[in-house]
Structure formats: C-alpha cells, structure tokens
C-alpha cells in the first residue's frame, strides 16, 4: 500500500502561502495562535492519520460492523481513535476554550479533517459528525445541554449523529413523521423510524447523541412543522446513571464503500419511553439543523478531495514504480520498458487527478476563509463572507464529489488490471468516494440549491460578490505576463457563466419553476468548473511571484509541477463549459416534457 | 430485484427495423434463416437468461470462485450453463454447421450475448471464451486440433481461454516471455506464467484449453517473435485420457465485480512437463490472436451495453416507484409525494442512461453488420466492410465502456442511499462495469489504435469509408423535416471531426509520435460522441418513417421515446465536442513536456 496519502507541502502552500491564515491571528479569538503553533496542530493530526488510521485503512473495510443483537460491533481501533480525538482536542476543535474546544479556525480544522479522510474516511467520520452535533448544541441548546453533553461529547466518549432521513422521507424532509409528544416533564416523547444514519449506534462509545428531526403533535406540515430535539441512546435518569432511552438499533446497510462506518437503522419509541429534548423554540428545527447540513457539506467536499487524493498517490507510486511498454518512438524491442509515468497517456490521467484534487481543496479552503472571517468580522463585511460561503457549500460538496468519482477512476485506470483488485487500494477508493454525491444532499438536490436559491436569493447579492471575488484574482494576474493567456480564459469563462446566469434569469421569469431548473444540475456543473478554474488562477498568481525568488530544486520541482496542473485545468477541464453552455441556453424543456410511459417500451 | 434487464422491443427495433438482419437470409450461408427462426433463437436465448443466469446474479457475486488446493471452484450454477449452452448451440453459434455451430450471422449471436450479459455479465463471459478460442482452431488450427477440441468446446465440457497477458508483460506483448521449446514429437514444452486469465481454471468443466501466445526459442525479439499455442490444462495420452499437462492455477484474483468469473494466475511448465501445440506458422501468434482479441473487443462494448442496460431498467424501475417530493410549482406539503420519475432531473438521468444504452447498442450492432456483410460478400465490398469494422472497433469496445460507467452511476444515483446498499442490484452493476475500459486493452491502448493505426491506415481508408457512410446517413436524415435541425447538428459535428482530424495529421507529419498521440484517448472520445449520434439519427430516421403508419399506444410510446433519447443524445451529449475539439486542436504538448519529477512535491 502506498505511504503516502497527501501533500504537506501542499496543505502548507495553501494554508499559508494562498490563503495566509496567519493572518487570522491578528483577530481576537485566534490571537493565542500563530504559524509555528499552526504547525503543532497541522503534525499532531498527521501523526494519528498515520500512525492510528491509515493502517487500519483496508482492514476495516474488510471487517465492517456487524449488528450483534440490537448493537452494533465496529473495528477496535475506533475506540482506541475517539480516545485520542478526546484527548487531543480533536472533537469539535473549533468550538471555544470554555468548552474544551481548541478554537482553531476553519482553514486549520479544515486540513486536519482532510488528513484524516484521506488516511481513512470510514474512520474519520466519526468525531467529524460528534462535532457537528455538539456545535449545534452550542449554538441553540440550553446551558443544561450544554453542560451535559458537551464535555461527554468533546471528549470522544458520546458519539453525535444527525438523525434526519426517514424511510418515506429522503430528500425530501418535509415529509418526515417522526412525532414529539409534549410532557410536563420538561421532555417530549418521541416515536419514529429513522434510516441511514451514520455512526448510528456502535460500541466504541458510552452513548450515542441524536441530534433529530421530529414533528411536535399538532404542528403545521411541511418544513414549518419540524423541531430539533436531543435524543440520547442512553438517558441518564435522577441519578445520574444512564438507562436506556428506547432508541432501538433495528438494522444495519450494506455498502459498496465507506464500509468501516455503520449505517444505522433506528427505531424510536416503540415502548413509548423515549425521552427527547427540544433544542431551542418550536418548529425551528430545520433552520438550526442547516448549521449542522451547511458543515457536513463542506465535510463532504473534503472528504472527496481527500479520498482523491490518497488515490492519486497510490496511482502516481504505481506508475513510477511499473515498467510497461515503450516510448512511442521507440521500436526496438530490445530497449528496457520504461515506468509508465514516461507515457503522455498515463501523465495525462495524473495531471486530470492532480488537477481535479488540488483544485477542490482550493476551494474549500477559499469556503474555510470565508467561514473564519464570517466568525470574526462584522456588519457588512461579514454579511459578505457569509453569503459567499452560501453560496459556494452546494458547489464546494459537488464538484469534488463528483469530479472527486472520476479522478480516482483515472487512478484506477492508471493500475490497469492492478487497479481492478484489491491488492492495491484504488478499488477501495472507487467504492468509498461513490457515497459522496449521494449523502448530505444528492448532486440534483445541490444544483436546485445552488440555481434555485443562492443565485437569487436577495437579488443576486451572493452571485454579484462571486463574480466581484473572481474579478479581483483577473485583476491581479492579468498583470503577470505569462498568465495573461490563461487569465483571458477565464474572462472569458466567467462572461459564459454570466451569459448562462441571464438566459436562465429569463426563464425564470416564465414562472414555470420546472422548465427553470430542469438542468440545474449542469449549471452546478458548470459553476464548480469555473469556480475551480478561479481557485487554479488564485494558486498560479501566487506560484509564478514565487518562482521569481531563488529557490532549491524541489521547491522548483513543487512550484512547476502545479503550473503544469494550473495549466492542464484550463486546457482539458476548463474547455467543457462550452457543451454545457450550448445546453443551458436552450431551455426546451425535453426533460420537463417526456412522460413516464415513453420511458419503457 | 428488477425484473427486467432489457427490452426486447427495442432489440427487434435493431435486428429488423434498423439494421434488416433479414437481408442477410438472401445470401448462402444463411439461407436456412429467417425472421421466424431468428426469433426462435432470440427466444431460446431469453428463456435461458431469465431461468438460469437471471436468477443467480447477485448470489454469484456473493459468492465468488475459489482456489481450493489448485482447483478453482466456481458456483455450481455455471456446470449447469454450459451444459445447456453446448445442448442448445450457444457455443460457436457462429461456427459452420459441420461443426457443431448455428451458422447465425452476428448481429443475432451478438443479440444473445447481450441479452446473457445484460442477465449475468460473469456468467455470459464463459461461453464466449470458449467461443473466441474455438473459432480461432477453427481458423487457423489443423484438422487434427479442430477434431480433437472443437466437439468437446462446442459441447460446453471444455473450457476455452485467451491466455496472453503476463506479470512484465500487460499492455505490451511484445515482452513475454512464456517461452516454447520444440521437441521432435509434434509438440512444444511451454515454460511460463500468465495472469490474468479470465475462466482460466474452474471445476465445472473437464479440462481448460489455453490459446496461449509464447515464444518459440530462438525467435526475433519483441511482437514478430509471438506464436500461438493450444495449451490445454489436460492432454490426451496415447490412450485417449486425460491427463495432466503441468499448467498449475497458482492464484485467483479478488476484485471489485465481475466477480463471478474466476481470473486465475498460470504456472506453465514448472515439472517441465506441458505440451503446447503450435496453431499455424510461427511467429504469427500476435496476427492470429488479433481475431479473436478483436471479437473479444466488440464483446467488452455488448458487455458494457448490457451491464448498463440491466442498470437501467432497475432505476427506471425504482424510479416509477419510490415517491419522493413534489413538483418544482407544488409548495403545499398536504399534497401527496409524486413518484421520482415526475422530476426532470430524474427524468434527465434516466435519458442520459437510455441515450448512452441504446445508442451503444446501435453501434455494436452497426459493427456485427459489417461482420456479417465482409463475411458474405467479396472483393471490394468485403474489404470495404473489414475497414468499417476494424477502424470502429476500438470505438465500439471504448465508448460503451467508459460512457457506460458514468451511466451506470446515473443510474445508482437514481436510487440515493438505496443505490449505494447492497439491496438493490446497481452497487453490484457499478462495480461489474468497472472493468470494461480495462480488459481487452485499456481506453488509452485503444486511443493509440484508433489515432495512431485504424485512422491513418491505408491512407486513411478506412476513416473516409466511415465519412462516407455518415454522409449517407445524412443525406436520408435531411430529407426528413423534423430531423432538419439534429441533421445539421450531425454536419456541424462531422466537420469538426474533420477539422481536428486534419490538425492531427499536420501533428503527425511532424514525426514526433508522442505529440501526435499525446491526446488520442481524447479523440477517440470525441469520435465515439459523433458515431453514437451517427447512430442515433440512423435510428431517428427509422423511427420517423415508422410514426407515418397507423400504430397502436405502445408502439406509439417506442418510438416517441426514442425520439426523446435521441433529441437528449443531441442536445446533451453531442455538445461535449465542443469542449475536447478545442483542447484537441491545441497540440502544446503539456503531457509530453511534463516531467515525472514535477508529480511529486
């Protein structure tokens, strides 16, 4: 298996060299930290990726949980992780100091979230969601909650779900009906069913945390009727010992990936004794809950960019190492084969992966800065970053999902036959990276987000400030020579995006939401390309003002090599806008239009 | 588990309507045919996959082969299947009648194989190896050989195996090193190993026969030293028995799908004890081999068309099903949940998956017209057909494969979450289809072909041919007034075709191979987009002219619902052009130029 699964001089580049989160330090909430202190943390996690979960990495996806009884068994070193992660701050870690949080921002937590998924993402799930539940604890529980939870929950020992899907309510939570029973007992009884919820139940914890969606009795019906309530595996009662709270581990999924994580099914209040605990007012639940979805979907983003990245370096140790073929200019069958890195064809799936790779993490550490400086700024300016990350989370959770899915194709490809077995771990890679354009949102669901309500949501102001941030990276590269070609690229691209943008406007206009959206799912496309086409000029503008300086061979080696995939991004990946392009600009309708029956024969 | 896994409707649509597999019954060799008795064995061969191969899908990849001692062990299922593929003609349905074959043109064998496929993908490949390595004894073999193999692999008791590829020597030939050494009593010791060799040993037939390429000692260097041999697992003694003939299975491959075909690892020769006997000359083994590698090619592409027709039908199923949501207008959530299929973005992924399908289909069986007509006809017209074939088979073989996964993972993604378990069939599709742009020569392999040989051979003959006969297309297509528009989009898309073909073969005269070839995988994507339009108006044409006629519902909704796929076909996938023309039109260089050391930071 391949030792190494990412780049630190490339988490370093982008942390500090493109998106200078030093300069967060200057702030109050960071002011305790700075690059060397950074850097403590940013080793720390490597050393547990390393050291706890990359060797587990295959072992738990040959060994997935079971259901044994109504509990669920995972790996063993799932345990011995969530210890650590409790002891080393690594649960909730953005949360404050008060609360044993290490109040890191995102940019930093960002990273060693991407360290983690990249050694093993089944593994890394589990303090990732731990985290957003006690945040949401933080923000809208009450100080008992507070209290309660989340010392339990920061220090590794209560696993935190969100606990939203319901068999007959997917994508569509409007529909949910799980039930609230008031009490005047301070808690609510709620009754239910809900599915796939990861880390669900397993016994490498004392308990587990629902954070869940349920409907108050009498509540109105759709979204407006849904509140968030803390429903605990285990209760603890006047004594403060935990009993058992009728949530019921009723099955367990199969899956083609992303094995080492248990996908619980739960059933809730079948004996009418599940206490649940309403946080914050009534029918707010789907608001507070976005808090939670908005991070996991970020969360996905970097887990894809992740597993594509420890694809990549799996593919590129293979092609370095495998003697095949010859040049192409080469007959002589008596000179030696050449590693295939040697071959165009195979260099040109690396730089699609590289490409691809690089160009999410950019990105989501461009939604990390917005983040951080939404938490430290105010007014205006935090109004903007605000809606910049808006708007960017349905493009930041797709792109590398879904470009995430082809890169580690091309990687597998790299292996040919290799590739198909598992004796290298690239076909792990494939099933695990397939769950990413599914969970947290499907890739359609994002595209109606992103097209249907961030472009126009307060008249366009998010869009407006996109167009404006990706202006201002044209106006300083165009001033460095050899980037001017590519800049123009991306004028270029961003008039298309624009042009698209009006002619769907128009459409909209129509008043038919079905003919308006019905390719939004290509207009995500679309958007994530030029989005990450920017983010490739951001990194390119900083890359040649470093070239000027004297450097060492393998700074020279790093600095190139990411020209070459600035440069492959606008050649190969760049020039697919066009066909999107053309077929967004004609709103026909053929998808709208097509009935059921004409789909069988 | 879905019912149904292809649509008999439309292959008729193929065989009669599209391609008049009729027209053939004018010529000798299958003048015993017609369109009943056609249909008879389309039937035969649909019974078998829905009692047989159907019905043991799942539970074949859930249990897949063994090694046990040196014996793999495969589902007991599979002795069953071949004994009725020998009993019913299903091996060699090609071969003469003299033989034990059918004597069917292809565009029928290759019907059934898409229908066994589409039922069984692991299954299917059993008796098409057997079929491959019979008809290449048939070829080239002495009457010795044809008397001593033919009967017992038509009869389904011995197995048939292309066994080339070995541990140094993958996609390049030219370096095994199997080694064959004559002896003075008719045959050849063999000494070797070999990987990779689908059905290479099981326990549910009598013996394995091996057509194996290896090296006569003393031979040239590299492809011109390659001869062909029948190396079967038993030889017969002087008596008639069979005993062993030293090929060791010494290792079983796991993979990620296709799990229900055992690929096994070879030991040839280890007690300097294995008989091989030399099929014609020597050191025409590549030459030999190139027919049965190519019919192995076309059978990748009616594989992959398969795997994602099954795949389709089970989301069309679910998708017609599960209710999810409600219209984009519909904001009241009294109103009840709408089946998926009323989505257009679900409807836009069900078109996307049935525009790839059936246009792949289309093309395949384009291809087995061509084989049938260069079978049947002679001189110029015989050649004519043997260049359409061979410049459209790497095309046939790639675009399925690669289109097929992105439609294939349309298709889980209509499922969500339940896509990604194991309860449904489309995790197992996915992960089946995974090895189509590998075996039988990788995309990248087949790019080199297409650009560097089947284009340019001849002085470009055989890709004129291919204009010639899009043109044909079109020239039926205009005099159609709703084609009009899709007839010039075909133009347009036929002329750039030319255009990137003319700046390729500017690049070419310049006599640098890898600049030439740099971005070939990317023209024969570019060329697989334009002849699976070809196909579609083809069909479109048919399909028009059919809706004159006074028909009934159903019939009305075939051909409507082609019209859709094919409109779908030309408003989304013909667009993508755009996009590879404008990269392949710039020759820069950037994969060649790129150093191995410039991956690494």
């Known amino acids: ?112 979230e991407f360290i983690f998924a990249a050694a093993n993402y089944s593994a890394s799930v589990y303090p990732g969601l731990t985290t957003g539940a006690a945040h949401l604890i933080l923000s809208f529980g009450n100080e008992e909650m507070k209290k309660i939870y989340l010392p339990k929950m920061l220090s590794g020992k209560w696993q935190g779900t969100m606990a939203l899907t319901e068999s007959e309510a997917g994508s569509s939570l409007a529909d949910i009906t799980t039930e609230a029973e008031p009490t005047d007992q301070g808690y609510y009884k709620i009754r239910g069913q809900k599915i796939f919820i990861s880390a669900g139940d397993h016994d490498a914890v004392e308990n587990v945390v629902h954070l869940m969606l349920a409907k108050i009795k009498g509540a109105p019906a759709g979204v407006k009727g849904i509140s968030l309530f803390v429903v605990p595996k285990k209760r603890l009662d006047e004594n403060g010992r935990l009993v058992s709270n009728d949530v019921v581990t009723s099955g367990i999924f199969h899956k083609l990936g992303y094995r080492g994580s248990p996908i619980a099914q739960l059933s809730i209040g079948d004996n009418d004794d599940c206490h649940g605990f309403l946080v914050g007012e009534p029918h707010q639940g789907l608001l507070q809950m976005f808090q939670m979805m908005n991070e996991a979907r970020i969360g996905v983003g970097i887990g894809a960019a992740a597993i594509a990245s420890a694809a990549y370096y799996a593919a590129l140790d293979y092609s370095k190492k495998r003697l095949q073929g010859r040049r192409l200019s080469t007959k002589d069958p008596a000179v030696p084969q050449v590693p295939i890195i040697e ?38 300016e935090k109004e903007r970053n605000e809606l910049l990350l808006d708007l960017l989370t349905p493009v930041a959770k797709s792109y590398p999902s879904e470009m995430g899915l082809l890169s580690i194709s091309q990687g597998l490809q790299c292996l040919g036959g290799s590739g198909y077995c598992d004796d290298y771990p690239l076909e792990q890679h494939y099933r695990d990276m397939r769950i990413h354009p599914i969970h947290e949102g499907t890739t359609g669901i994002h595209g109606l987000d992103l097209l249907g309500r961030k472009v126009v949501m307060k008249g366009g102001r998010a869009y407006k400030l996109f167009l404006e941030e990706v202006q201002k990276t044209i106006r300083e590269s ?24 009006s002619h769907l406007m128009g459409v909209r206009e129509k008043g038919i939401p079905e003919l308006f959206l019905a390719d939004a799912t290509l207009y995500l496309e679309l958007f994530g390309i030029v989005s990450v086409a920017w983010q490739w000029l951001v990194q390119a503008t900083v890359v040649v003002k470093a070239l000027r300086n004297g450097l060492g061979d393998a700074e020279v080696n790093f600095y190139n090599g990411k020209l070459f995939a600035f440069r492959y991004f606008f050649e190969y990946e760049l020039p697919k806008i066009e066909g999107l392009a053309k077929r967004l600009m004609n709103s026909d309708g053929l998808t709208v239009d097509i009935k059921p029956e004409l789909f069988s024969d």
């Open 478 to 501: 165009e001033t460095l020579e050899t980037l001017q070609s590519n800049t123009q690229k991306l004028k270029d691209s961003l008039a298309l995006l624009q042009k698209v943008t």
């Open 343 to 380: 071959h165009p064809d195979v260099k040109r799936m690396l730089l699609f992966q590289r490409s691809v790779m690089e160009g999410s993490l950019a990105l989501l550490m461009q939604c990390g800065k917005y983040a951080d400086l939404a938490d430290v700024l105010t007014g205006d």
């Open 1 to 112: 298996m391949a030792a190494k699964f990412f780049s630190e001089r490339n988490l370093r580049f982008l942390l500090y060299e493109v998106f200078d989160v030093e300069a967060l330090t200057r702030y109050d909430a960071y002011k305790e930290y700075d690059a060397k202190t950074f850097n403590m943390v940013l080793k720390a996690a490597m050393e547990l990726a390393q050291g706890l979960l990359y060797p587990v990495f295959q072992e738990m996806d040959q060994h997935p949980p079971e259901l044994v009884g109504d509990q669920i068994k995972v790996h063993p070193s799932i345990r011995k992780f969530l210890e650590e992660c409790g002891q080393g701050g690594w649960i909730g870690p953005r949360m404050p100091i008060e609360w044993g949080g290490q109040q890191l921002p995102q940019m930093i937590t960002h990273t060693c």
